[in-house]
C-alpha cells in the first residue's frame, strides 16, 4: 500500500462504563475492574432484569457545545458526541485541517424515545382507564416539546458532531446495529482512500439500557445472574447464558498519513484492512458464520498480511449462546490458535457503541504491548474453540490487531490496525 493510501489513526474518545476518556478506560482494563451493577432506574420495577454497564459521572455538559443543543440530544446522541470531541482533542485536528476535506461517518442505534417523554400525553389520552388513539394527534401536538424528533433522529449525531467541528466533508451516519461503529470506520477509511477527505472522525454509540428498548427486545437473549451482575458477561464461557445490556460510545479520528505527518501530529496506530460481509439471518437455514469468516479472510488481503501476521483478535464476544460459537469457530478456521479477547466481560454489549470502544482497547494495547485479559471466562466450551486470552494480560503479542463486530441479521464486519 502506498503512502499516499495509508490511513492512520491519530485521536481516541471513549465514553464507557468502565471509563470516560482514555486513561481511566485502560486502567480500567489493566486492572481488570467491570463496569457491570445494578441499575438503579429498574428498581421497583417487574423488568426480569435489573443489571448492566452503566455510565458512571457523566456529564454531558462538559463536552456538549453550545450547551443549548442539549435540548435537541437524547443520551445517546450525547455520549457520542462527548466520545467524538475528546478524540478529536486528543488528535488536535480540527484547529489544522480544511473545513472541507473533514467529515463525519458516525453509527448509531435506533433511538427509542423514554417514557417519560410521552407520559403527558398518555395520561390525556385516556378515556375511562383506555388509551383512545383517535386523541393521540392532538395531544401529542399540544403537548410535546416541539422539537422533540430531533432528540431522537439516528442521523443526528453525525450531524452535531459535524457542526461543532466545522467538518464540512462527506458526512453519513449508519444504522446496521452492533456492527454500526465498525462499519463506520470502514466506510470513513475507504472515504479517504478515494481522495474524498483528508481526516474523519468515526465511531459509534449506544444505549441498550433505554428503558422503552428493554420493554421492546424483550430479555430473551439476556443473563439472568442476578446474583453476580459483575460475573455475568461470559464470552466463550462454557458457562454463559445470555448478554448484558449497557450503554456507551467510542470515537477515532483517522486521516490520510502524509497529512497526518504535515501537521505533526502524533499516529498512534495505522488501519491496514478493512472488510465487510453479510449472511441472511432471517430464513429457514441455520447461519453458518460464513460472513464472519469472510469478513477476516478479505480484511487480511485488504492488509496484505496472513493469518499468522494477526496479533490478538478483539472478538465481538457477546455472550449469547448461539452467537458464540459461530464466531469462535470462524476465528479459529481462519485465524487458528491466535489469541483472543472479549471485552464486553467488562461492560456488556454497547450496541452501536461496541465496536468502536473495542477498536479503541485493541489500539491501546498495541500501544502498551498488553492484551486485555478476558473477564469471567473460567470453563472452556468445546463449541467456541478459541484461544482467550484469561487470567492476566497477554504480553509481547505481535503489534497487529483484528477487530471483529457482528449484527443480528447477519453483517459482520473486521477492522485490521498495527501499531505505527
Not at 124 to 146: F, H, T
Not at 175 to 192: M, P, Q, R, Y
Not at 301 to 328: F, M, S
Request: aromatic share 4%; with cysteine.
Amino acid at each position: 500500500m502506498s503512502e499516499a493510501s495509508q490511513v492512520v489513526i491519530t485521536g481516541v474518545g471513549v465514553v464507557s462504563p468502565i471509563g470516560i476518556g482514555v486513561e481511566p478506560f485502560w486502567k480500567s482494563l489493566q486492572e481488570g475492574t467491570s463496569g457491570v451493577g445494578p441499575y438503579a432506574i429498574l428498581d421497583g420495577t417487574e423488568m426480569p432484569v435489573k443489571f448492566g454497564g452503566v455510565l458512571k459521572d457523566f456529564n454531558a455538559k462538559q463536552y456538549v457545545t453550545p450547551r443549548k443543543s442539549l435540548k435537541v440530544m437524547c443520551r445517546d446522541i450525547q455520549t457520542g458526541f462527548a466520545a467524538a470531541a475528546l478524540a478529536v482533542e486528543n488528535a488536535a485536528a480540527a484547529e489544522t485541517t480544511d473545513p472541507d476535506r473533514f467529515g463525519v461517518v458516525f453509527g448509531s442505534e435506533m433511538l427509542y424515545g423514554p417514557l417519560d417523554d410521552l407520559k403527558e400525553v398518555y395520561e390525556r389520552c385516556k378515556v375511562e382507564g383506555e388509551i383512545d388513539r383517535s386523541l393521540w394527534a392532538e395531544q401529542a401536538m399540544s403537548n410535546l416539546y416541539p422539537l422533540w424528533m430531533l432528540k431522537y433522529l439516528p442521523n443526528m449525531t453525525a450531524c452535531h458532531i459535524g457542526i461543532a467541528h466545522d467538518a464540512r466533508g462527506p458526512n453519513n451516519s449508519i444504522t446496521h446495529g452492533d456492527v454500526s461503529s465498525l462499519l463506520a470506520i470502514i466506510e470513513a477509511t475507504h472515504i479517504i482512500r478515494r481522495g474524498h477527505a483528508d481526516v474523519m472522525i468515526a465511531g459509534g454509540t449506544g444505549a441498550r439500557l433505554n428503558l422503552t428498548q428493554l420493554l421492546y427486545r424483550g430479555d430473551a437473549n439476556l443473563s439472568h445472574r442476578h446474583d453476580d451482575p459483575t460475573g455475568a458477561s461470559r464470552p466463550f464461557d462454557a458457562g454463559r447464558d445470555g448478554m448484558v445490556n449497557g450503554e456507551g460510545a467510542g470515537a477515532l479520528v483517522i486521516e490520510r498519513r502524509e497529512h497526518a505527518e504535515r501537521r505533526g501530529a502524533t499516529i498512534l496506530a495505522t488501519i491496514r484492512g478493512v472488510a465487510n460481509s453479510y449472511e441472511a439471518r432471517m430464513t429457514a437455514a441455520p447461519p453458518t458464520g460464513i460472513a464472519i469468516r469472510r469478513s477476516i479472510t478479505q480484511s487480511l488481503v485488504d492488509a496484505g498480511l496472513e493469518a499468522d501476521g494477526i496479533g490478538h483478535v478483539n472478538a465481538h464476544g457477546v455472550a449469547t449462546l448461539h452467537e458464540d460459537p459461530l464466531e469462535a469457530q470462524a476465528i479459529q478456521e481462519c485465524l487458528g490458535n491466535v489469541p483472543v479477547t472479549a471485552i464486553k466481560s467488562y461492560f456488556g454489549n454497547l450496541g452501536v457503541g461496541s465496536g468502536a470502544v473495542e477498536a479503541a482497547a485493541s489500539l491501546l494495547a498495541l500501544q502498551h504491548d498488553e492484551v486485555p485479559r478476558t473477564l469471567n471466562y473460567e470453563t472452556a466450551d468445546p463449541a467456541c474453540p478459541v484461544n482467550v486470552v484469561r487470567g492476566e494480560p497477554l504480553v509481547g503479542a505481535k503489534s497487529v490487531a483484528m477487530i471483529l463486530s457482528q449484527a443480528g441479521p447477519g453483517q459482520a464486519a473486521s477492522v485490521i490496525i498495527s501499531r505505527d
